[in-house]
């Protein structure tokens, strides 16, 4: 298992050991739900799992290569605000700059506050009241100390779009496809398979498509179809900056 998944999972243990048992993880790779719920009683909000070093969002710009300017997707998970706007007028001035990029990109080099403007309120949106990490021990922090707390720098580059479920449609093919690999497989579960051959990260095709084994637990794997889709993202990444303030773990603490 990746090492980002295993630190969701260890917060979420940690949560659950220290503050008791109140704390439920929804995280990975679903990026449309924050990482655990605390839920007691009348209380509920979210916490966002961040390892130290991390990306923390992004957003796609489209190239307008006749008027020379970017165009905010309509497929982005998050709308166009005041800090989407600052970012495209900076890279707008430098057109040329960014309208090439490649996997490797292009730095966006204007005032950290506005990429923080833009993550908290992504996080806040999903419900998000808290954020862990870990410096030398567990560390949690109210959302709109993040700045506080994290370096924050911006890329735009190109970036392959995320994998997604198995379509229905193709679930049939999927498992031929399976059985002629000669893969020992029980099917589980949300279309998962349990095998006890070695599958993570092994790649196969059906028809266009590609789809990849990623390893969730015990032997039981998930399928993922991967995206064909190359676009050039905004890109936001972090580094721990500082360890706990005992004043916002007081804060979470009497939150609960």
Same mark, same amino acid.
Do not use: G, W
């Given at each position: 298992m990746e090492k980002w998944k295993l630190f969701e999972l260890d917060c979420n243990a940690y949560l659950n050991k220290k503050y008791g048992n109140f704390f439920t993880h929804f995280g990975f790779s679903n990026? *449309?739900?924050?990482?655990? $719920?605390? %839920? =007691? =009683?009348?209380k509920m909000f979210y916490i966002e799992v961040k390892m130290p070093s991390a990306q923390s969002g992004q957003f796609v710009l489209f190239p307008?290569?006749?008027?020379?300017? &970017? #165009? &905010?997707?309509? /497929?982005?998970? +998050?709308?166009?605000?005041?800090s989407t706007d600052f970012i495209i007028a900076y890279?707008? $001035?430098? &057109? %040329? $700059?960014?309208?090439? #990029?490649?996997?490797i990109g292009q730095n966006i080099d204007i005032d950290p506050k506005i990429f923080n403007e833009w993550i908290t309120n992504a996080y806040k949106d999903k419900g998000v009241k808290f954020m862990i990490t870990k410096g030398k021990d567990y560390i949690i922090f109210p959302i709109n100390q993040y700045g506080n707390y994290f370096f924050i720098t911006a890329k735009y580059r190109i970036k392959k779009s995320g994998s997604s479920k198995v379509p229905k449609s193709k679930q049939q093919e999927v498992l031929k496809k399976l059985t002629q690999m000669n893969i020992n497989f029980e099917l589980t579960d949300d279309f998962n398979i349990k095998s006890n051959n070695r599958l993570n990260k092994l790649k196969f095709q059906v028809d266009d498509s590609e789809y990849m084994f990623s390893y969730f637990?015990?032997?039981?794997?998930?399928? !993922?179809?991967?995206? =064909? *889709? !190359? /676009?050039? /993202? #905004?890109? &936001?990444?972090?580094?721990? !900056? $500082?360890?706990? =303030?005992? +004043?916002d773990l007081e804060n979470f603490v009497n939150s609960l």
């Open positions: 990026s *449309t739900i924050s990482d655990i $719920k605390y %839920e =007691n =009683n009348k307008d290569y006749q008027n020379k300017k &970017f #165009v &905010f997707s309509p /497929n982005n998970k +998050t709308k166009p605000n005041k890279m707008n $001035k430098y &057109f %040329e $700059k960014y309208a090439h #990029v490649d996997s637990k015990e032997n039981i794997y998930h399928i !993922r179809k991967l995206s =064909n *889709t !190359r /676009n050039a /993202n #905004v890109i &936001f990444s972090i580094e721990l !900056r $500082k360890e706990q =303030n005992p +004043t």
